[in-house]
C-alpha cells in the first residue's frame, strides 16, 4: 500500500527564515515523488519532483530512501511562498494514480 | 499550450440527483485522472483513463463512474447524489498516465460540487 504522511498541518515561519516542510512515505518499490503547491485561489501545480533534482523557486527536496523522506526545504522564506503545499507519491503499475499527503499550509509573515 | 480545463465550475444539487462533470485535458495528453477533495480526506483519487479505458480506479462506491471520448476528453458521473459528495472534484492530465518516469500530471481548476 501506499501512504505519505505530512506531520505538519500548519507551518508558520518569519520572511528570511529557513523552512522545512516535511513528507514521510511508506511504499515497497521505488516511488517518484512530487511536491505540488496551491497558491490562494489558484489550481495545484508542480512544485517540484525528486528525479529533476532541480530547484525551483529556492526550494529543493532530496529523497532519503533510507528514511523514507522527501522534505522540502527553502533556505530563505519568501511572503509569497504562503501557500498549501502537497507531497505526492507515484508507484509502479498504479497508473495515472497519484497518493498524496494531507497538505502543509505554509504562512510566511512580514 | 492551454491548460487542463474543467466544465462546469460550480453546481449546486440536490441529494438522489445524478451530475456530469467535463474535463478537457492538454492537448496530446491521453490520460486523465479525477481526484475527489474534502478538508476531511484531503485528495482522494477517483479513476484514471487512457485510450478511451479505465485503468486503474480509487475506492469509492459504484456511484462514481466516468468515461473517455477519441479526443481524450472525459467525463465523470455521480449518481444518487449524497450530501457526502460536497467536494472539490479535480481533473488531471499527463502523457501517459504517469507510466513514464518524465511524465506530469497537470491540474485543472475543479468544479465545485455541492449536495444540499
Known amino acids: 500500500a501506499q501512504r505519505v504522511t505530512q506531520p505538519e498541518k500548519l507551518l508558520s515561519v518569519f520572511k528570511g527564515a529557513p523552512v522545512e516542510l516535511k513528507c514521510n512515505y511508506s511504499y515497497s518499490g521505488s516511488p517518484e515523488l512530487f511536491w505540488y503547491v496551491q497558491y490562494s485561489r489558484q489550481r495545484l501545480q508542480l512544485l517540484l519532483r525528486?528525479?529533476s533534482r532541480e530547484s525551483i523557486k529556492g526550494f529543493t527536496a532530496d529523497l532519503n530512501k533510507g528514511e523514507t523522506s522527501f522534505h522540502l526545504k527553502k533556505p530563505f522564506a519568501q511572503e509569497e511562498d504562503s501557500a498549501m503545499y502537497y507531497c505526492?507519491?507515484?508507484?509502479?503499475?498504479?497508473?495515472?494514480?497519484?497518493?498524496f499527503g494531507q497538505g502543509t499550509i505554509l504562512t510566511v509573515h512580514p | 499550450k492551454a491548460g487542463v480545463t474543467q466544465t462546469p465550475r460550480y453546481l449546486i444539487k440536490t441529494r438522489g440527483q445524478q451530475v456530469t462533470l467535463s474535463c478537457s485535458p492538454i492537448?496530446?495528453?491521453?490520460?486523465v485522472s479525477w481526484y475527489q477533495q474534502t478538508p476531511g480526506q484531503g485528495l482522494q483519487f477517483l479513476f484514471e483513463y487512457f485510450s478511451e479505458t479505465q485503468r486503474n480506479k480509487g475506492n469509492f462506491p459504484g456511484r462514481f463512474s466516468g468515461r473517455q471520448f477519441s479526443n481524450s476528453r472525459s467525463e465523470m458521473n455521480v449518481s444518487t447524489l449524497e450530501l457526502g459528495d460536497s467536494a472539490l472534484y479535480l481533473c488531471a492530465s499527463s502523457i501517459r498516465g504517469l507510466a513514464i518516469r518524465t511524465d506530469t500530471q497537470y491540474f485543472g481548476p475543479g468544479t465545485r460540487l455541492t449536495v444540499l
Open positions: 525528486h528525479i
Open positions: 505526492a507519491l507515484a508507484g509502479g503499475t498504479s497508473y495515472g494514480k497519484l497518493t
Open positions: 492537448s496530446g495528453h491521453r490520460s
